[in-house]
């Protein structure tokens, strides 16, 4: 079936880095994308990785694609109380994007 | 500014009423899509539409209905609501393909 998986929660110290995982099931997904969900609202794109990228880095964000064990990974670099939120990554398959259950992060101080 | 609108932002209704959800984007997008997200589940597709007259179904479309009758608006109708469909749902829209995409602040909707 078509299942992006996500551990469901993380928790993380303010200051400290966060790394958010997710495996994803379509070996030709051109893009794979990290959505962040704050709360009472709706998804906001955070960042997204071309498929013949191994990495991206944006400012505090870094993304890790490993397409050999189709993993993907959020890394967030000097964790903020702002950046509590739910992670979702997606894939696309068949044109349409498929989310993984989403990674809640908490930061607590 | 463009944007994406939902209606109502929360709704109650009884098993067995039809439903309509609002969606309405400003972003003059041909492809929008309605997603339910419910715990443990994420975000799973109901309907989507690439154009004016298209529409498709997602992986979860028994009991909904969506129609595209112009480039700014897709509602979607629960026929006979059920307590199974009481979920947050959330409609967006992208301009080219279905990866980047444009989240309304969803519709919460209780069937009791």
């Known amino acids: 079936g078509e299942d992006v998986e996500q551990s469901l929660f993380l928790s993380v110290r303010e200051g400290d880095s966060s790394v958010i995982n997710c495996t994803y099931t379509?070996?030709?997904?051109?893009?794979l994308y990290w959505y962040k969900q704050e709360p009472g609202a709706g998804l906001q794109l955070l960042t997204y990785?071309?498929?013949?990228?191994d990495m991206k880095q944006d400012q505090r964000l870094t993304v890790l694609l490993n397409k050999k064990d189709k993993h993907l990974s959020l890394r967030i670099a000097d964790t903020q109380t702002g950046d509590s939120a739910i992670y979702f990554c997606?894939?696309?398959?068949?044109?349409?994007?498929?989310f993984g259950a989403g990674t809640r992060l908490a930061v607590h101080p | 500014d463009a944007e994406i609108t939902q209606s109502p932002r929360h709704k109650i209704t009884e098993t067995g009423r039809q439903v309509t959800l609002a969606c309405h984007q400003t972003w003059n997008h041909n492809n929008m899509f309605w997603y339910r997200q419910d715990l443990g589940h994420g975000l799973r597709l109901i309907h989507y539409?690439?154009?004016?007259?298209?529409?498709n179904k997602g992986e979860v479309s028994d009991g909904y209905s969506v129609s595209r009758s112009n480039t700014e608006d897709l509602p979607l109708t629960l026929e006979s609501a059920a307590s199974s469909q009481t979920s947050v749902y959330f409609c967006?829209?992208?301009?080219?393909?279905?990866?980047?995409?444009?989240f309304g602040e969803g519709s919460r909707l209780t069937v009791l």
């Open positions: 990785i071309f498929s013949n990228m």
């Open positions: 379509d070996s030709s997904s051109t893009y």
């Open positions: 967006a829209s992208s301009a080219a393909g279905p990866g980047e995409l444009f």
């Open positions: 997606a894939e696309t398959v068949h044109n349409k994007l498929i």
């Open positions: 539409s690439y154009g004016v007259q298209d529409t």
